[in-house]
């Protein structure tokens, strides 16, 4: 897929904005062609210079770009030279699902493993033995603690599991 094609996609659009930031995304929205270095980057974007390296710091880290390294003969100074690696953004996706399905069924589990209760005043919620520790009275306002019933909960993170399963063909 191209990089057009690529940053045309809002589920990539947004991918890249929550890895790189407001301030980020032009960077991330502005992929050059070949190599380019971050004083460039800043230059022709009009941004600030840490912004551009930080952003392009966070891409390299996510293997979405690299560097090489360059002396300069006379004055000694490095001068790195930027890719970008959008071929990899499906790939990255993909491990980002497989980390939010790992993380759900683990909290899922944890939801109907614990008894919770909530306190009607201030929408604290406690595990029952923290509800047991404070005679069941909120800590914050001393209010009576209620049971709770996170069906709805547990329901909704159901869906999102059954449906990334589904997306990333995974038997349950």
């Not at 551009?52 to 770009?65: C, G, H, K, P, W």
């Not at 069924?105 to 923290?130: A, D, G, I, K, Q």
């Not at 520790?133 to 909960?153: I, S, V, Y």
Request: aromatic share 10%; glycine share 4%; net charge negative.
């Amino acid at each position: 897929m191209a990089f057009e094609e690529l940053l045309n996609d809002p589920v990539i659009q947004k991918y890249l904005h929550e890895l790189v930031g407001p301030t980020g995304m032009p960077v991330a929205a502005a992929p050059p062609d070949g190599e380019v270095t971050d004083e460039e980057l800043a230059e022709e974007l009009g941004l600030e210079l840490n912004d551009v390296r930080r952003a392009l710091f966070i891409l390299y880290e996510n293997d979405l770009a690299s560097y090489r390294r360059l002396r300069d003969e006379d004055s000694g100074w490095l001068t790195y030279l930027w890719t970008f690696h959008y071929e990899n953004v499906p790939e990255q996706l993909e491990d980002e699902m497989y980390r939010l399905l790992d993380a759900l069924e683990e909290r899922r589990e944890y939801e109907t493993n614990h008894e919770f209760y909530l306190c009607p005043e201030e929408s604290l919620r406690f595990e029952f033995e923290e509800a047991i520790e404070f005679g069941f009275e909120c800590p914050q306002c001393g209010a009576e603690l209620e049971p709770m019933n996170n069906d709805a909960l547990v329901t909704s993170m159901d869906e999102r599991i059954t449906q990334l399963r589904s997306e990333l063909n995974v038997e349950a």
